[in-house]
């Protein structure tokens, strides 16, 4: 979102976007407006607290309103605006605006008419640059979303009803996130994929079988691709190269049987997340190791996630020794040690290990993981048993300096 809004400065030569707002929070960090800060690669946790956000909403008064029943008016001077309940979108805005840049509604819009809101987007508010239809029930859009020239950011995710995307989305040339995560009844991707030359994030479900692989290898600025609930797919992308891409989820394809996890085609990727396939080989998803040095990948976050095939860690995470900072294992009931030689994760910052019921102990070298600053177990009884804080019979000689542990 701030992306969209132009909150971000141009980035200089070799960065991104997403690094440059890294840097601002990062930069929040140190100034103390935020607290409770947990890094998960490129996802971060953290809280902010009461007075900075007491303050934040006393300089935003002006530009930013969070409609509740209590509002009657809309000031015409208001940029972002946030609604309560979906109803008081149709109550309260009948006039036209060009300052009013956000529309969201965090508590979804499974009560409106999708089509009527959209369209009413369309013809007063011109220069609208973020739409969050999250919940909604309509089963595809309206040809009209193409009016929205300036649209870069697109949600609409969750919707159990929809259908399908309509050819004229593709002529939002200026769209940078579209987000259609739980849209389990999304029949394909549309044709003409490739017009959206600024799409920087993707996420979609399909019933396809086949992707179209040519029209998204068209999209250069591709940063973040999450692929859910697309039970049919067998393969993906196959050749494709992805020269931006910088962070892939896969999550509940329960065909996909094999990835190929290749430097040459993932040149800049540091994240995987692999959650709920069931039928994937994930020893099978790095099979050459010995890439050029110039190709070879350098993964900073893994996650995998309810993965009832993971007995250990497959192989090929040894490669990231020397790169990977963040692993979070969840849900992944048969996994029951981790292996020898994961003392070799130099730069491993964070490791987080939930529900792994079966998982009852960690490396006797754990020790050696020096950079490791946050270890999170949850839901793991014995696990938790040996390493409760100073009383269990591991905490002496394993995990007794680590800096954050929960």
């Not at 595809?140 to 609409?156: C, E, G, M, Q, S």
């Not at 994937?280 to 995998?304: P, R």
Request: proline share 4%; hydrophobic share 40%.
């Amino acid at each position: 979102m701030w992306g969209a809004l132009g909150l971000i400065a141009v980035p200089k030569k070799n960065k991104t976007l997403e690094d440059v707002a890294n840097q601002y929070l990062h930069e929040l960090l140190s100034r103390s407006f935020l607290q409770d800060f947990t890094n998960f690669g490129s996802v971060y946790r953290f809280t902010i607290h009461d007075l900075v956000h007491d303050l934040a909403l006393f300089v935003a008064k002006d530009e930013c309103l969070h409609v509740s029943s209590s509002i009657q008016n809309i000031p015409d001077n208001v940029r972002h605006l946030s609604f309560a309940e979906s109803s008081l979108f149709t109550n309260l805005y009948n006039k036209k605006s060009v300052a009013v840049r956000t529309i969201l509604f965090p508590n979804g819009t499974e009560e409106t008419n999708g089509e009527a809101l959209i369209n009413t987007c369309v013809s007063n508010f011109k220069y609208l640059r973020v739409l969050d239809l999250w919940g909604s029930t309509i089963e595809t859009l309206p040809h009209t979303i193409a009016k929205l020239k300036h649209l870069r950011y697109l949600d609409i995710g969750k919707n159990l009803n929809f259908k399908r995307l309509p050819e004229s989305i593709c002529k939002l040339q200026n769209l940078q996130v579209l987000r259609l995560e739980g849209c389990i009844e999304l029949e394909a991707l549309p044709i003409g994929l490739r017009k959206l030359i600024s799409l920087r994030h993707l996420e979609f479900c399909t019933k396809q079988s086949i992707l179209p692989e040519n029209e998204i290898a068209s999209l250069d600025l591709l940063a973040f691709l999450s692929i859910e609930s697309s039970p049919n797919l067998e393969s993906i992308f196959g050749d494709v190269k992805f020269p931006a891409l910088k962070a892939l989820n896969i999550g509940n394809c329960k065909s996909l049987k094999s990835f190929r996890l290749d430097g040459k085609k993932f040149p800049e990727l540091e994240e995987i997340s692999v959650n709920s396939c069931s039928n994937s080989d994930l020893e099978l998803w790095k099979g050459n190791h010995l890439e050029e040095q110039n190709h070879k990948l350098k993964l900073k976050t893994v996650l995998f996630s309810n993965l009832s095939q993971l007995v250990t860690l497959p192989k090929w995470l040894q490669e990231f020794a020397n790169s990977l900072q963040c692993l979070i294992i969840e849900s992944c009931d048969n996994i029951e040690t981790l292996p020898d030689w994961f003392r070799t994760m130099s730069n491993l910052k964070t490791l987080s290990i939930i529900p792994c019921t079966n998982l009852v102990s960690l490396p006797d070298n754990i020790h050696h993981l020096t950079a490791l600053e946050t270890l999170c177990i949850e839901g793991c009884h014995d696990l938790c048993e040996k390493y409760q804080p100073h009383v269990g019979e591991f905490w002496p000689k394993n995990i007794t300096h680590k800096k954050h542990l929960h």
